[in-house]
């Protein structure tokens, strides 16, 4: 499907929206010149813009499906960003088809378009923003699909680094997963300045400077402080368990997955005891 889509109600578009970026770098058509505009300012210091969306959303997907392969029935979505193709309840139903999913996001273009989820009564999209854990979690749709008697896979890929220190990132997290039944999962990614040219991270955080929220590249020991408590898996065969960079975990080959676009940010999935 192409075209400019129609604009939602309340829709600022003099500035660029981090979902609508995101989606553009993922071949989609929900996003507007201003994001394209902002889009075209990282392509010309980063070769491997599309790489980086791709890389994130593959681990996004190799993690849910891992999550839901032990068993894991119902997920949490946070920050999903724009549907595309092999969203978090197309993949986990491949393997559970009775899979409940909760998404989340805060933009307003994600909740005119929506997951196609009509007639769907385990599935529902939820416009929230995260640093409101204790509405978010009370929300009636959420408190329908999610026991939190039964363990949760919870998903916060590449929305993160959207949370300024100062609302403290990593509280926020663990606010998600107190609720959270033992045996629980986090899935969670982070970009990074770790090993990246300084004068692309300065062009990443200046188009990001007129976004509705700005962009917090950290390193990867401020990644490892989300997945404090809980326990690490490995994130491929014979590999310790820790963070990695995006297109390691869950891979088949390390020394083909780790790509120049697969090393602008950090990932992990962690099990709560």
Not at 69 to 77: I, M
Not at 105 to 111: K, L, R, S
Not at 171 to 196: E, M, N, R
Not at 215 to 232: E, N, Q, Y
Request: glycine content about 10%.
């Amino acid at each position: 499907m192409t075209g400019v889509p129609q604009l939602p109600p309340g829709v600022d578009l003099s500035r660029p929206s981090p979902a609508r970026i995101y989606d553009y770098m993922l071949g989609g058509w929900r996003n507007y010149p201003v994001d394209r505009d902002a889009a075209a300012k990282l392509r010309d210091v980063v070769p491997e813009f599309e790489e980086i969306a791709w890389a994130n959303r593959g681990f996004h997907q190799r993690a849910a499906r891992w999550i839901a392969e032990q068993g894991v029935g119902q997920f949490l979505d946070i920050g999903c960003g724009m549907p595309t193709v092999g969203n978090t309840h197309e993949v986990v139903r491949e393997i559970l088809p009775t899979a409940r999913v909760v998404y989340v996001d805060m933009d307003p273009t994600v909740a005119e378009f929506g997951y196609a989820l009509d007639g769907d009564d385990d599935a529902t999209l939820i416009q929230a923003d995260l640093r409101d854990p204790d509405a978010l979690l009370a929300h009636p749709e959420l408190v329908r699909l999610i026991d939190f008697s039964q363990p949760t896979g919870l998903i916060m890929t590449g929305v993160i680094h959207f949370v300024a220190d100062g609302s403290d990132p990593w509280g926020l997290v663990h606010q998600y997963l107190d609720p959270l039944a033992a045996g629980s999962y986090l899935a969670l990614s982070h970009a990074t300045a770790d090993g990246v040219p300084p004068f692309a991270v300065e062009r990443w955080e200046d188009v990001y400077a007129d976004a509705p929220v700005q962009l917090h590249l950290r390193d990867r020991a401020s990644v490892r402080r989300f997945f404090a408590g809980l326990r690490l898996e490995p994130p491929y065969e014979g590999a310790p368990a820790e963070v990695v960079h995006l297109g390691l975990w869950g891979c088949e080959d390390p020394a083909l997955a780790d790509s120049d676009g697969s090393r602008w940010g950090y990932c992990g999935v962690a099990r709560r005891p």
